[in-house]
């Protein structure tokens, strides 16, 4: 049985962006385009399935699309519980999409971000440092969010003169 390729669902409203990635990232993922946030949110719905069952989904989106913006498409995602890896791929600069962020209450402290235009090798670091990130958030989430869980998880330290160095 052979593996299933990690999917990646790129959303941008340009199809030779379309073409771009999948030419470059076609060998190593099953890259599916979608010109909306709309079309790409009805698409992750029908993965459902295969996600809870371990298939790994990573989003590729860019910012400025009619209709529906990257971060009001990430915040679909959020909103439906869906919880993935995510680069937005884009000309608007970083910062004005954090700032946008922050007003909307969209959380994209674990999202990678890449310029366009991008190189080859611009685009395949954009998916691994999102799965990066992702997996750091991941870590963050099961820790302790208070100081009272830190401590309550945090092991006692046994007094003896072995381990005070007496």
């Given amino acids: 049985m052979s593996e299933l390729k990690t999917i990646i669902i790129n959303v941008d409203d340009d199809p030779v962006n379309w073409e771009r990635v999948e030419g470059i990232l076609g060998n190593d993922y099953d890259v599916r385009s979608y010109a909306s946030g709309q079309e790409a949110l009805a ?3 029908e993965l459902k399935d295969k996600i809870a069952g371990g298939c790994e989904v990573i989003v590729m989106t860019d910012f400025e699309m009619p209709l529906m913006n990257g ?3 990430l915040k679909a995602l959020f ?3 869906y919880n993935l890896p995510t680069a937005f ?3 608007t600069p970083v910062k004005n999409i954090k700032d946008m962020a922050a ?3 969209v959380d994209v402290r674990y999202c990678a971000f890449q310029n366009k235009p991008f190189s080859k ?10 799965v990066t990130l992702h997996n750091l958030s991941k870590k963050e989430q ?3 969010r208070t100081m009272q869980e830190f401590v309550a ?3 006692q330290a046994q007094s003896t003169p072995g381990n005070l160095g007496l």
């Fill in 43 to 45: 698409a992750i719905r």
């Fill in 71 to 73: 971060l009001e498409f």
């Fill in 79 to 81: 909103d439906e519980k």
């Fill in 89 to 91: 791929v884009t000309a």
């Fill in 103 to 105: 007003q909307m209450e």
């Fill in 121 to 130: 090798d611009g685009l395949k670091g954009a998916v691994k440092l999102a």
């Fill in 142 to 144: 099961s820790g302790p």
């Fill in 153 to 155: 998880r945090k092991p």
